[in-house]
């Protein structure tokens, strides 16, 4: 879920907590040298909850999910805002996500049980995957969920099969690989279409597909699904992958007659993860997309279809913190200083994953200079257990509260229990209050699924 980011200087930048609010949520302040989200006191918060804690903002979370809907419904009233449930899911988010008018993506029987769970409406979720099991499937039917993205020509005789023996037409997306791979500032048009994910275009594979659908009983085919990336800056890729799936559109209509009715052009939109970062916003997302297919439609003579966009990493990331606990600081002179703290890879694994770069900052120091630069280590088994290269911190001391900014999209959803680590609890934060959405694990929870 990420591309590598741009690596810090190794000097200190000497920034305070004032500098980096465009990466922290939108609630957070400075206050008496602390930093505050959703006006709670996030060193206060930690010594009611502990540490290692994942901080949510729900202010900043209802805002981008709100945002998606305005800017997109502003170019056309018919347009879905599903949000990528893999980025963050717990029942507390399905529940804000449900409220602020949304649809949901799941790409598991495990997140399909949360939506149940949850109350989620399921004529507004979106099933993925890619080797969606007999069993997830026919749970799929059984919830009677929305639509589901048909991924294999195996998966749809047997979604097929399924819905004929329960006597239900299910409403079906195809996915394609529109041949446009985005990185985080271009595109790059691959041809060749590898990829574990749907149906290539060249290849005539994705009309097969097509074709075999509106032939299939039980199935109807609703429309198609593109996915182009993730932590995408560059609008520009967007506005390419519309182009060759709208002129693939014309084709559908050409060859068996079946207009498209709803296309979901996925998720992907890049977040600021280091202050210099200026990614897109969502106003621009929503012009380029929106507009985009608009434009498409009308230059081709085709009906504009009902739209979908899928954003996951741009509702969650920037509305979450991780704060852990200084325990100890370790200087090899001349060579780096290890800050390590009661958490890690099993909570944050986009940093050995991907590379990926974080901002940093002491809670309690605040509104102090970063004046050192050190790694952020984990306290797993592991010597590439880093949840920050090359960090810029304010001076570190033992028991201190060290924030790593943005981390509130696939840093959770991605965690283990490695090391038999229980995994962090995760509190929301709003107007002042704070309160349990996913409690911290404890040593029994690490032994309930034993039987032995
Ligand atoms: C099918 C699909 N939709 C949506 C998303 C969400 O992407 P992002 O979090 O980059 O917005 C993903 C993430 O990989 C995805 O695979």
């Given at each position: 879920m990420g591309t590598a980011q741009r690596r810090p200087p190794?000097?200190?930048?000497?920034?305070?907590g004032h500098d980096l609010l465009a990466v922290l949520p939108d609630t957070a302040e400075i206050r008496d040298g602390r930093l505050w989200i959703g006006g709670v006191d996030t060193v206060e918060l930690v010594r009611e909850a502990g540490t290692a804690l994942f901080v949510m903002d729900e202010a900043t979370i209802r805002h981008r999910l709100a945002e998606y809907i305005k800017w997109t419904r502003f170019h056309w009233p018919e347009v879905d805002v599903v949000?990528?449930?893999?980025a963050f899911m717990s029942l507390a988010m399905l529940r804000i996500v449900a409220d602020e008018g949304c649809c949901l993506d799941v790409s598991s029987g495990g997140e399909l049980a949360y939506a149940l769970r949850a109350g989620?409406?399921?004529?507004?979720v979106y099933v993925h995957g890619n080797n969606k099991t007999e069993t997830e499937l026919l749970e799929c039917l059984e919830a009677g969920v929305g639509r589901i993205v048909v991924d294999n020509f195996e998966e749809m005789e047997r979604l097929s099969a399924l819905a004929v023996a329960r006597g239900v037409t299910q409403a079906v997306l195809v996915r394609v690989t529109p041949g446009v791979a985005a990185d985080t500032h271009d595109f790059i048009?691959?041809?060749?279409?590898?990829?574990?994910?749907g149906f290539g275009l060249n290849e005539g594979l994705a009309m097969e597909a097509i074709k075999r659908v509106i032939a299939l009983?039980?199935?109807?085919?609703e429309g198609l699904h593109m996915h182009i990336g993730s932590?995408?800056?560059?609008l520009h890729s967007f506005a390419k992958a519309i182009e060759v799936i709208v002129e693939f559109m014309c084709e559908i209509h050409k060859e068996?007659?079946?207009?498209?009715g709803l296309l979901d052009v996925g998720g992907g939109l890049g977040v600021a993860y280091g202050v210099p970062d200026e990614p897109s916003t969502i106003e621009q997302f929503g012009k380029v997309i929106v507009d985009g297919i608009k434009e498409e439609c009308e230059r081709h003579g085709i009906d504009t279809p009902r739209m979908a966009v899928e954003p996951g990493r741009s509702i969650v990331a920037n509305a979450g913190v991780t704060l852990y606990t200084v325990g100890s600081v370790k200087e090899i002179p001349g060579i780096r200083t290890y800050v390590a703290v009661d958490g890690g890879m099993s909570d944050n694994i986009r940093t050995s994953l991907y590379g990926a770069h974080y901002e940093t900052l002491i809670a309690n120091k605040?509104?102090?200079?970063?004046e050192m630069v050190g790694s952020v280590a984990g306290?797993?088994?592991?010597?590439?257990?880093?949840?920050?290269?090359?960090a810029q911190l304010q001076c570190p001391a033992v028991g201190d509260v060290l924030c790593v900014c943005?981390?509130?999209?696939?840093c959770q959803s991605m965690s283990s229990n490695y090391n038999k680590q229980v995994r962090p609890g995760v509190v929301f934060v709003a107007d002042g209050q704070w309160r349990w959405a996913v409690r911290r694990e404890t040593y029994d929870d690490l032994m309930r699924t034993d039987v032995g």
């Amino acid at each position: 879920m990420g591309t590598a980011q741009r690596r810090p200087p190794a000097a200190p930048d000497h920034k305070t907590g004032h500098d980096l609010l465009a990466v922290l949520p939108d609630t957070a302040e400075i206050r008496d040298g602390r930093l505050w989200i959703g006006g709670v006191d996030t060193v206060e918060l930690v010594r009611e909850a502990g540490t290692a804690l994942f901080v949510m903002d729900e202010a900043t979370i209802r805002h981008r999910l709100a945002e998606y809907i305005k800017w997109t419904r502003f170019h056309w009233p018919e347009v879905d805002v599903v949000y990528a449930g893999k980025a963050f899911m717990s029942l507390a988010m399905l529940r804000i996500v449900a409220d602020e008018g949304c649809c949901l993506d799941v790409s598991s029987g495990g997140e399909l049980a949360y939506a149940l769970r949850a109350g989620f409406p399921m004529e507004r979720v979106y099933v993925h995957g890619n080797n969606k099991t007999e069993t997830e499937l026919l749970e799929c039917l059984e919830a009677g969920v929305g639509r589901i993205v048909v991924d294999n020509f195996e998966e749809m005789e047997r979604l097929s099969a399924l819905a004929v023996a329960r006597g239900v037409t299910q409403a079906v997306l195809v996915r394609v690989t529109p041949g446009v791979a985005a990185d985080t500032h271009d595109f790059i048009m691959t041809g060749a279409e590898d990829s574990k994910f749907g149906f290539g275009l060249n290849e005539g594979l994705a009309m097969e597909a097509i074709k075999r659908v509106i032939a299939l009983p039980g199935l109807e085919f609703e429309g198609l699904h593109m996915h182009i990336g993730s932590q995408i800056f560059a609008l520009h890729s967007f506005a390419k992958a519309i182009e060759v799936i709208v002129e693939f559109m014309c084709e559908i209509h050409k060859e068996t007659g079946v207009a498209v009715g709803l296309l979901d052009v996925g998720g992907g939109l890049g977040v600021a993860y280091g202050v210099p970062d200026e990614p897109s916003t969502i106003e621009q997302f929503g012009k380029v997309i929106v507009d985009g297919i608009k434009e498409e439609c009308e230059r081709h003579g085709i009906d504009t279809p009902r739209m979908a966009v899928e954003p996951g990493r741009s509702i969650v990331a920037n509305a979450g913190v991780t704060l852990y606990t200084v325990g100890s600081v370790k200087e090899i002179p001349g060579i780096r200083t290890y800050v390590a703290v009661d958490g890690g890879m099993s909570d944050n694994i986009r940093t050995s994953l991907y590379g990926a770069h974080y901002e940093t900052l002491i809670a309690n120091k605040a509104d102090q200079p970063r004046e050192m630069v050190g790694s952020v280590a984990g306290k797993h088994c592991e010597s590439g257990d880093i949840v920050v290269n090359d960090a810029q911190l304010q001076c570190p001391a033992v028991g201190d509260v060290l924030c790593v900014c943005a981390t509130g999209a696939y840093c959770q959803s991605m965690s283990s229990n490695y090391n038999k680590q229980v995994r962090p609890g995760v509190v929301f934060v709003a107007d002042g209050q704070w309160r349990w959405a996913v409690r911290r694990e404890t040593y029994d929870d690490l032994m309930r699924t034993d039987v032995g």
